[in-house]
């Protein structure tokens, strides 16, 4: 059902609060090949894009409370070359669990990005070899 006068919702950008600004700014762009396209250092805030993911990276509003990041889902981002980003991340990151091919036909891993943020990377398995094989 639309709302009235159809209004559309036209992307979602998550904004990753944070009090380590710059350590999180230079983990996408350096670890995960972010790039920055503005950033206000007066705001403590900066948006970042890799092909069709954009994020908001900012220091937490003074009149919300916050003790840490904290977020109860994760952040999926699917890819077209899984098996390469597990390889050029798998030492470089801490990891929520490693790659595999699973039930739901994707091949996927999670990382945790330096503020405990959960990211996940997956790839439909249709898109894969044929030598996968599935875990249960």
Known sequence: MLCPNHMQYKNLRPMLWTRQFQETLTFYTQVLGFSCGERNDEW???SIHRDGVDLMIAYPPEQT?????HFTGSFYI???EVDALWTKLKNKVKIVYDIGTFEWDMREFGIYDNNGYIIQFGQDIKTLGKNQESVS
Not at 65 to 69: G, N, V
């Open 44 to 46: 403590g805030w900066a």
């Open 65 to 69: 409370p916050f003790e840490h990041p």
């Open 78 to 80: 699917q890819t077209d």
